[in-house]
């Protein structure tokens, strides 16, 4: 059979194999992808869609004034595709461009070029003449339109041939008929004339030239025809001449429209259909010649199709016959067949597949042999550096006899070079091979986005990081008949996951005395190979894949769990293994014999004996008598303060450090002061003298050196003296009779004199208001904890007044080791987990005593807290709502914790100017002193009226300028005021005026100066002029007046303007209280001052 003719090469893309693999790949988009792109190709969002060369299809897709540019490229029968929007890949856009491409290859809509672009607004038709002539070419202003103007505008030249056009209006019908000998000819029907004919030359040129709108006036069918007809012409070359049948390609063209299936006619003139049933090839014997088949065309009922002429062969081979068409097989070489060729392998199944039906008795002579599938799969590495593609091969082979075939792509399934049958002998049957098992798994290549790659002679794929997961899938789908041959590396993936198992151990500490034990949680996998960095990779992974440099994939079963047993003793011990599964490396806790002693069996296992240890010494310890009250102790301790006294004196009976953490104002001093005397008391005789160092912030200086005097005379107390550099050495060196038993210094001058300090050895340290080392890192939270004592205690009424990190910091002077490292103890008790919080407090609770007032001393009078709300009004509302738009703008774009660093400056500064105008606007700017405050007022008239009834206030502001203007208001309305801030020498005497002198009405107190040691229970009023971020130190500072020794009700109120930030720090006081009592109280907590507080504040 003749060859046939070229194809141009713009028909690459659209031949059926590449049709097919455009199908196939837009089978691998995703659901959501592809749910997408099929809205848009509905709503016809893609405007055009063209080819330009034999190996790319492009697009342009509207998004509703956005055009996207979209490009498909076909590479060695492999689709891949670029979009202009940030996707880039296989995204919705570039899944509706080829929707929109199928189905124009499929109406054969297409001649191979892009589009026009359209001049006219839609109203106007495309063949419209335009309203205003073009202007010269010299006036047009090239760009990127100026083709498209081209390409509409005729030239001069082809004006005759556009005016001919409309000759085609004259045409009344247009058709394709099938002659009897199976020729096409194109046929045309004139107004007026009922005789259809073939077209004349010119006619035939106009057709040619033609543009759809041309063929408005026919019926659909015919239109479709016209406008396909056009296509082809512009598609092929040649001259047509009327009398000429239409080209083979031509056909195919027209068959492939759908639409203009309804023009073409048989030779009797009725409408063109195909018959059901097909023909098909029968061999038979050939009469006298016993070495040849002959084969024939028979219809379905048996009848040999004589004189069957094939009218095309494509789409599918049709068939004219007894003047009907039929679909048949594709045409055969030859009518006759060797009988010789069936004892090659390979033809038997290309009869089979072509429809060949072989004589009976032949068949009867064929044995099945079923090949089997086998998949050979393997990596390499790919062009990209760091980068791999994986292969795989699919072969059939068989054992009986040995062969084997391979697949590819463009030729199927192919024998393989060393893979063919032996020869068949003379007595020997038929062999067909059976390859639909094998074609199977073939079918699961596009799901698994293979393409065919000719130069590796395999099907292959980037190894993404998606890869394992979908070569399991895919492996798992697989028929449980195929074969595997993978690499060590991808059988990996197909292993069994690494199994891991958490242990707990138990050991005397090694570097402390007896009653220490180390605790270690770690974790162990089979795959003893793995280092402690490979597998908290595998841990933090989750159950996913991971890379190893020298082990390939792993990934990690994550069922990893302790017993039961053990993990509710953990539990009880305050502790999680989340740190463990974190890092992968064990971890060590630091306990004490009588934390461990009741959790010790499920903890320890069979060791027996430890177990018996821990029980023994923690019975021991529990067995210790509890002290008496010092005989130097001047004072009747209440109930609760003698609980204190004792938890102090157990802590240090064991070796161990504490915190004693009561509400401010119940007596930690007097505690504490018992707690020294019972360690002076109970000293080995012989021993040197007591010595204790009291670190304290300077304002509670006065205090101690008071309180001393009264509750335990018989301690010398003095004041650490800077002046002379031996003061220290000279305190603790100095003869029994003349040295101070307790020695009290500030915490900067433990930070100026560290040296002297560190150098000293001290029998007992005790920090007062120990939030003075909350922060780790501080000089003089390192100093603190470097001091050498026996014992080490921190009194505070804040254990937190942040975050949980000063809690740690705490305990890492009190009790260095109890919560481990600082990365540790963040992942042990992260504070946005409420159950971490709750192991905090069972860690802690053996070291760390907190009462309330409410639980220690229900005794005291009772203390209302309320907030006073007034409106700001006029030019001190205008100024804040000016400057809130300007904080607000430096807010604005802010969207990730990286970005709100480069502007937390600018934020804070106006926050802090916000709350300044709410107190008074002078406090921004002198020259606002004249304006009205509306806090101040609401302040000055309940003063006044406490002050007629005899009453005495504190008010405390964190700003000293407020604190002036406040001072200036009292004097003008003549009532009596003091004032304390950070600047006041003379503390002491003015705290003893006022709790002695009725005619000072107003205290006047800078709130971090006088938030704490000071005792002012002459008055039971105070003011809280402006809220402060830390509700601890507003705590404190109600505390001056509510403790010990009050007798009168306590009213404390807070100056909040209405609609301002002001509001917002009150509720983000009360998340931060949260924070401070989970850990007392186990409660909730939540983080403050993150982007989101930011934006709420500010809203």
């Known amino acids: 059979m003749p060859p046939h003719p070229r194809q141009p090469s713009v028909r690459s893309v659209r031949t059926p194999p590449a049709l097919t693999a455009l199908r196939a790949w837009l089978g691998t988009f995703p659901a959501e992808k592809r749910e997408e792109g099929g809205e848009y190709y509905r709503r016809k969002a893609v405007k055009e ?112 041939a556009a005016a001919s056009a409309g000759a085609l209006h004259a045409v009344a019908g247009l058709r394709v008929r099938l002659d009897a000998h199976g020729k096409w000819h194109l046929e045309i029907r004139v107004s007026d004339e009922p005789r259809w004919k073939p077209p004349a030359k010119r006619l035939l040129a106009d057709l040619a030239a033609s543009r759809p709108a041309d063929f408005e006036h026919l019926p659909a069918a015919e239109a479709a025809l016209g406008a396909a007809f056009a296509a082809e012409c512009r598609l092929d070359a040649r001259t047509l001449t009327p009398r000429l049948s239409l080209s083979e390609e031509t056909v195919i063209g027209l068959l492939r429209t759908t639409a203009a299936r309804a023009a073409l006619v048989l030779p009797d003139g009725t409408p063109f259909t195909v018959q059901t049933d097909p023909l098909a090839f029968q061999a038979s014997a050939s009469p006298g010649q016993a070495d040849r088949l002959d084969l024939h065309l028979v219809t379905p009922d048996g009848r040999v199709a004589t004189g069957a002429r094939l009218i095309t062969p494509r789409p599918e081979p049709l068939y004219l016959f007894d003047g009907r068409v039929w679909r048949g097989p594709p045409p055969v070489p030859a009518s006759h067949l060797p009988t010789a060729a069936l004892n090659d392998v390979r033809l038997l199944p290309r009869l089979r597949a072509a429809g060949i039906r072989l004589p009976a008795g032949l068949s009867a002579e064929i044995r099945t042999v079923v090949l089997r599938p086998r998949l050979r799969c393997w990596l390499t590495p790919a062009f990209e550096e760091n980068e791999r593609d994986f292969h795989a091969q699919l072969v059939a082979r068989a054992e009986n006899p040995p062969c084997e075939q391979r697949w590819t792509e463009n030729a199927g399934w192919q024998w393989s070079p060393q893979g063919l049958p032996p020869p068949r002998g003379p007595e020997e049957p038929l062999l067909e091979f059976d390859l639909t098992a094998a074609s199977a798994v073939s079918g699961s290549f596009a799901s698994f986005r293979l393409v065919w790659d000719g130069w590796a002679e395999a099907w292959t794929r980037p190894v993404s990081d998606s890869f394992p997961d979908e070569f399991i899938s895919w492996h798992d789908a697989l028929p449980d008949h195929v074969e595997l041959d993978v690499s060590p590396e991808l059988a990996d993936l197909l292993g069994a996951p690494v199994r891991g198992h958490l242990s707990v151990s138990v050991a005397t500490a090694g570097d402390s005395e007896q009653d220490w034990f180390d605790l270690s949680v770690g974790i162990g996998v089979q795959d003893t190979t793995l280092t402690p960095e490979e597998i908290a990779l595998l841990l933090k992974a989750r159950g996913k894949w991971v ?51 009741a959790e010790a069996a499920p903890l320890v296992g069979t060791d027996s004996l430890l177990v018996h240890h821990l029980r023994d010494r923690a019975a021991r310890l529990a067995a210790l008598p509890a002290p008496t009250l010092p005989a130097g102790l001047r004072a009747e301790l ?114 100026l004199h560290a040296t002297a300090f560190r150098a000293a050895p001290w029998d007992a340290v005790v920090l ?226 006022f709790q002695t002198d009725r005619t000072k009405t107003v205290f006047l107190l800078s709130l971090k100066a006088a938030g704490f040691g000071l005792n002012l229970t002459a008055a039971s009023y105070a003011f809280l002029y402006d809220p402060w971020w830390n509700p601890a130190a507003e705590a404190q500072a109600i505390d001056r007046i509510h403790r010990i020794g009050q007798t009168r009700p306590v009213m404390a109120y807070r100056l909040i303007a209405d609609n301002t930030v002001e509001q917002k720090i009150r509720a983000l006081q009360r998340e931060k209280s949260a924070l401070a009592s989970a850990v007392i109280q186990e409660e909730s907590v939540a983080t403050v001052m993150d982007l989101d507080s930011l934006r709420e504040i500010l809203s």
Not at 917 to 933: F, M, N, Y
Request: net charge neutral; proline share 7%; glycine share 6%.
């Open 49 to 160: 869609v063209w080819s330009e060369a034999d190996h790319l299809v492009k697009a342009e897709l509207d998004l509703g004034g956005e055009v996207l540019a979209i490009t498909l490229f076909l590479t060695r029968g492999a689709w891949t595709s670029r979009c202009s929007c940030p996707v880039l890949h296989q995204c919705e856009h570039v899944y509706a461009a080829s929707l929109a491409w199928l189905a124009a290859v499929e109406s054969g809509q297409l001649d191979g070029r892009r589009p026009s672009i359209p001049l006219l607004p839609a109203e106007r038709s495309a063949d419209a003449k335009p309203a205003v002539p073009a202007a010269p070419l010299g006036e047009t202003v090239l760009s990127p339109g100026l083709s498209a103007w081209l390409r509409a505008l005729p030239a001069p030249g082809e004006q005759a």
């Open 547 to 597: 890379t190893l440099p020298k082990h390939g994939w792993r990934r990690l079963d994550p069922a990893i769990a302790l017993d039961p047993d053990s993990a509710s003793a953990l539990e009880r011990l305050g502790l999680s293994v989340d740190d463990v599964m974190a890092t992968g490396r064990a971890t060590s806790h630091r306990l004490h014999a009588l934390q461990l002693a």
């Open 638 to 751: 209440r109930p609760y303060q003698r609980e204190g006294f004792l938890f102090l004196a157990h802590l240090s009976a064991h070796g161990l450090g504490g915190v004693l953490a009561d509400d401010m104002g119940l007596g930690k001093t007097v505690q504490t002061l018992a707690w020294l005397l019972h360690l002076a008391e109970t000293r080995p005789a012989g021993a040197p003298p007591f010595r204790c160092l009291v670190v304290c912030p300077k304002s509670v200086t006065h205090g101690w050196l008071t309180e001393a005097a009264r509750f335990a005379p018989g301690l010398a107390i003095a004041a650490f003296d800077p002046v002379s550099p031996r003061a220290i050495t000279d305190a603790i060196n100095a003869p029994h009779q003349t040295a101070p038993r307790i020695l009290v210094a500030n915490y900067t001058q433990l930070r």
């Open 768 to 993: 007062d208001e120990g939030q003075f080392i909350k922060n780790p890192g501080s000089q003089v939270a390192v100093v603190a904890r470097a001091l050498r004592a026996r014992h080490r205690v921190v009194l505070t009424g804040t254990p937190i007044e942040n975050r949980l990190t000063d809690l740690w910091s705490l305990f890492a002077f009190a009790q260095p080791g109890l919560l481990g490292d600082q990365p540790a103890f963040r992942r042990q008790y992260p504070e946005v987990e409420p159950e971490a919080l709750a192991r905090l407090h069972r860690r802690v609770q053996h070291f760390l005593l907190r009462r309330t007032k409410a639980q220690a001393a229900p005794d005291l009078p009772t203390r209302t807290e309320d907030d006073i709300i007034v409106d700001l009004e006029g030019e001190q509302r205008r100024l804040y709502d000016a400057e809130l738009k300007r904080a607000r703008a430096h807010l604005m774009g802010v969207k990730t914790p990286g970005e709100l660093g480069a502007v937390r400056f600018h934020v804070l500064a106006s926050l802090l100017r916000l709350r300044q105008i709410c107190c008074h606007p002078a406090l921004v700017d002198p020259a606002h002193a004249i304006l009205p405050s509306a806090k101040l007022d609401a302040l000055l008239e309940r003063v006044e009226e406490l002050a007629d009834e005899g009453h005495q206030v504190l008010v405390f502001s964190q700003f000293v300028g407020m604190l002036e203007i406040i001072r200036t208001r009292l004097t003008a309305a003549n009532i009596g005021h003091l004032i304390l801030t950070g600047a006041t020498e003379n503390r002491a005497e003015l705290v003893d005026q």
